[in-house]
């Protein structure tokens, strides 16, 4: 089973910034598709970004498009989503998942399920 250990989340203000981190854990990312989730308390999973393993094709929900950008540093085995301009209704638990598949440029990375490690939690308020 892939793992990762995802960090960086936190309490921030409306409009602060935030920059989530995902370590692959016991593989390595350089053959996977990798995207970012979140789940709210009493919500569904959604899809947030996906950052491909070809050429570093990205994809964003249309809620975050614009304010979330997500990267890959391969050496480091290391996926980041940068975040800016938060807002409320981005507090969630964000998880990342990896696929051999090319989830990203098909779209079906928003469809998807994957089983979820801890995340990391953001929480945006005033």
């Known amino acids: 089973q892939l793992q990762f250990v995802e960090s960086g989340g936190g309490s921030v203000q409306p409009g602060g910034s935030l920059r989530l981190s995902c370590a692959a854990s016991?593989?390595?990312?350089?053959?996977?598709?990798i995207a970012w989730y979140r789940q709210a308390r009493g919500k569904e999973r959604e899809g947030v970004a996906c950052?491909?393993?070809?050429?570093?094709?990205?994809a964003y929900a249309d809620s975050v498009k614009g304010r979330f950008t997500i990267s890959r540093d391969n050496a480091k085995n290391t996926v980041y989503l940068r975040m800016n301009s938060l807002q409320p209704e981005d507090t969630a638990v964000y998880y990342c998942?990896?696929?051999?598949?090319?989830?990203?440029?098909?779209?079906?990375?928003?469809?998807?399920?994957?089983?979820r490690g801890q995340g990391t939690q953001v929480t945006v308020s005033s």
């Open positions: 016991g593989f390595t990312l350089d053959d996977y598709d």
């Open positions: 998942a990896a696929d051999l598949r090319s989830i990203c440029y098909s779209g079906t990375w928003l469809y998807r399920s994957y089983s």
């Open positions: 950052i491909s393993n070809y050429n570093g094709h990205t």
